[in-house]
């Protein structure tokens, strides 16, 4: 339900389709037509468990919030170690003056959110790039083929007040 045009708000097609996704099984996957289509979120907010792969080689999310968060990994139980993220899509935020908006936040305050991936991306104009959050644990992710580039404040940060190891950055 995506429109993909620029213009449209996408965000609660983009949700939809990710809770439908996780709503079958472990292991989803929510793909991105390849193409240089660019889809609009305009409050950030998608949600998605750490077993959901987002793929979008060619796609464009633009969030245009200042103060959001366009995507959230976190979920799932210690036990399941089932790896997500997002891979081949583009992320750019509206890099305003005083904007601390963030492009992925992995782990949350109470949820594990290890072994998520974020691979062949493009992160562009966030206050934040990638955040490992919360007290909850962020460990074994990989960033693999990331290029973020004009995030205000930082591009990799993490804040995490638990486990935070195995993180590698390629």
Not at 3 to 15: E, L
Not at 17 to 46: C, E, R
Not at 99 to 126: C, H, K, P, W, Y
Not at 144 to 160: E, P, R, S
């Amino acid at each position: 339900g995506a429109v993909g045009d620029g213009v449209t708000d996408d965000t609660s097609a983009i949700q939809a389709a990710i809770d439908a996704a996780q709503s079958g099984a472990l292991n989803a996957v929510v793909l991105f037509p390849a193409s240089a289509t660019k889809y609009i979120s305009t409050t950030g907010g998608l949600v998605m468990e750490r077993s959901t792969r987002i793929v979008g080689y060619g796609a464009t999310l633009m969030l245009t919030h200042a103060s959001a968060t366009l995507f959230r990994i976190s979920g799932g139980s210690a036990a399941e170690h089932i790896p997500g993220g997002i891979i081949g899509l583009s992320i750019e935020g509206n890099n305003g003056a005083s904007d601390t908006s963030i492009g992925v936040q992995i782990g949350n305050a109470t949820e594990v959110a290890d072994m998520v991936s974020l691979e062949r991306m493009q992160i562009a104009r966030f206050g934040n790039g990638v955040v490992f959050a919360g007290d909850g644990s962020a460990y074994g992710a990989l960033l693999n083929m990331v290029y973020i580039t004009g995030c205000i404040f930082t591009g990799v940060k993490l804040t995490t007040q638990r486990n935070a190891w195995g993180i590698t950055l390629n």
